[in-house]
């Protein structure tokens, strides 16, 4: 037992450098698209108190490591062709482990519990619904190189069927990430909501949504008071002041 445990400090640090050794320092840092309001870490997600961030701009941003840790914070909009006046909107965050296969290839592999989602579709739910989260996914390829206009380190990654994601610009190094632990644990999995599983992003697919988590986090936005229209109430009211008057 002795021998045992003396032997945990040799095993644990073999892994870590496994796991660094399956990394690639080139990608260390955080990265975001040209709008670089997306950021990860907490200004984008807060664990303790449940709550997403809305950016003033749509784009995604992925961190990486050195010890083979990724986050990835996702926000989209989408206009409805059959309904313009009903857009919906939509937050992705999670992190977890990555890995870069033999083949170039990078394989991100997220902490089951902790992805979080929030879809804000007006017209169909009264409020965003908020439920976890939880895609594995595969890069095809990756690289690493100075963008000849900015003169800044662009990161682009291509998904696993070869297609190019839009390029992100080297943010901060070290990256900007929430601590790479699970933060949210539970006894299962699935407790509290079932995650959206790992079918390929879109805002299209049949996919049903899981059970929110907090159906009334955020409430539906109130519009501003319009004075004029208050006006016009004003006016009704009077006149039917009036003929109620003259008539009793």
């Not at 979080?116 to 594995?136: E, F, G, H, K, M």
């Not at 900015?150 to 901060?172: E, I, T, V």
């Not at 159906?215 to 004075?227: D, G, S, T, Y």
Request: charged residues 15%; glycine residues 8%; proline residues 8%.
């Amino acid at each position: 037992m002795v021998a045992l445990l003396r032997s945990l400090p040799a095993v644990s640090t073999a892994l870590v450098s496994l796991a660094a050794a399956q990394a690639d320092p080139q990608l260390t840092g955080t990265w975001t698209t040209k709008s670089r309001q997306v950021i990860t870490g907490p200004g984008f997600y807060d664990p303790v108190n449940e709550k997403m961030f809305e950016p003033s701009l749509t784009g995604f941003s992925y961190s990486f490591t050195d010890d083979g840790h990724f986050e990835e914070a996702y926000y989209r909009a989408a206009s409805n062709p059959t309904d313009p006046a009903c857009p919906r909107g939509i937050i992705q965050w999670q992190h977890g482990t990555y890995v870069k296969n033999a083949n170039g290839s990078l394989s991100l592999t997220p902490f089951s519990v902790d992805g979080r989602q929030l879809l804000s579709d007006p017209c169909t739910y009264p409020n965003a619904v908020y439920t976890r989260y939880n895609q594995s996914e595969l890069f095809k390829d990756y690289e690493v190189l100075q963008d000849g206009y900015s003169k800044s380190q662009r990161l682009n990654l291509f998904a696993f069927d070869g297609s190019p994601l839009n390029p992100m610009y080297l943010a901060y190094n070290p990256p900007q990430m929430l601590p790479t632990v699970t933060l949210n644990p539970t006894s299962t999995a699935t407790a509290g909501a079932k995650a959206t599983g790992k079918a390929k992003r879109s805002f299209g697919g049949s996919e049903p949504f899981a059970e929110p988590l907090n159906k009334n986090v955020l409430l539906p936005r109130k519009e501003p008071i319009n004075a004029e229209r208050w006006w016009w109430i004003g006016v009704g009211v009077t006149a039917l002041g009036g003929v109620g008057y003259y008539c009793f």
